[in-house]
């Protein structure tokens, strides 16, 4: 785990990782939409409709998986200082988010005509609601202080306290009465889809993955960057006036 | 064809949730490219400054 804290080291190995996961996300994802919409069957029940569901399972799959990461790089930055850690959870919450808003559209669009509404407050729709805004909140307070390392460590307690929202999540639908189903895939006793439903779906969900991968590892690398710009322009700053500084591009958001 | 793009009716439903996957998607990838390329050429500019000043 050391030896990925230095980040140069990371930077390298991140560079060689990068065109597989972009390769794998791309075939995955042109096989996973061909088989979700060409070649699999309607349901006997929801007709097309199920269509969604290899868009919505994928994306609540990955909504709680990133967060699973970020809580672990949380603890991995608050106990041993590892600063690619730290750096790696700021650079997934804009992504978890991302697939948990998604989730939720989705969801609401295959509701409304299998449930007849776009949203009810059961506890596993408002649960997925509360995560988006943990996400949310996660992503203003790291950016709330002069100082990005407190930030940095402000944003890892709020994603350890807020990892208790992750088995409410997942036990929603057997703890409480909810509208929402309960599971099909990850459950005791194998899956309940049939195969022809089951492998689209695993597929589309390795491409969200990928996909993930990805854009977390140059997410990363971008949080190195700007941390080395800091320590720069405060070494030419104290070095040089304030005229000779460069002009530098602000960030868009 | 048609029938295809008709969805069994439910057409708006599906295709919606398709374009949604394709916006976000999109869209994180396009805000993750251009923010590493904008702090790449910040740290250029920074690293080019701080080669001047050492020749000085």
């Given at each position: 785990m050391h030896r990925f804290a230095n980040p140069a080291r990371?930077?390298?190995?991140s560079a060689a990782l990068r065109p597989w996961a972009l390769g794998v996300a791309l075939l995955t994802l042109l096989a996973g939409v061909w088989l979700a919409l060409f070649d699999s069957p309607p349901d006997y029940q929801q007709g097309e409709t199920v269509r969604i569901m290899y868009i919505h399972v994928p994306a609540a799959w990955m909504a709680m998986m990133v967060y699973a990461t970020m809580a672990v790089a949380s603890v991995v930055g608050l106990v041993w200082k590892h600063v690619v850690a730290e750096l790696y959870t700021k650079a997934a919450a804009p992504l978890g988010a991302g697939f948990t808003t998604l989730c939720l559209v989705s969801g609401s669009l295959w509701g409304q005509p299998m449930w007849g509404t776009w949203w009810v407050w059961d506890a596993r729709l408002t649960s997925v609601l509360?995560?988006?805004f943990i996400y949310l909140g996660y992503m203003v307070l790291v950016t709330a202080f002069d100082d990005p390392q407190r930030g940095l460590?402000?944003?890892?307690?709020?994603?350890?306290?807020?990892?208790?929202?992750?088995?409410i999540i997942k036990f929603s639908v057997d703890w409480w009465n909810t509208l929402h189903q309960?599971?099909?895939?990850?459950?005791?006793?194998?899956?309940?889809?049939?195969?022809s439903m089951l492998w689209p779906l695993l597929i589309m969900a390795v491409a969200f993955t990928a996909l993930f991968v990805w854009l977390v590892l140059l997410r990363t690398e971008t949080e190195i960057a700007e941390r080395r710009i800091r320590s720069l322009r405060l070494a030419t700053a104290i070095t040089a006036g304030r005229d000779e500084a460069p002009q530098l591009e602000q960030p868009i958001a | 064809m048609a029938e295809f793009f008709a969805?069994?009716?439910?057409?708006?439903?599906?295709w919606s949730a398709y374009g949604a996957a394709v916006l976000m998607l999109t869209g994180l990838a396009v805000a993750t490219l251009a923010q590493r390329r904008r702090s790449r050429r910040n740290l250029e500019r920074l690293q080019q400054l701080r080669g001047r000043r050492k020749q000085v």
């Open positions: 990371f930077l390298r190995l509360i995560l988006l460590k402000a944003g890892a307690v709020l994603t350890l306290v807020g990892a208790v929202n992750l088995p309960p599971a099909s895939v990850i459950r005791l006793g194998g899956a309940a889809l049939d195969p | 969805m069994g009716g439910y057409a708006a439903y599906v």
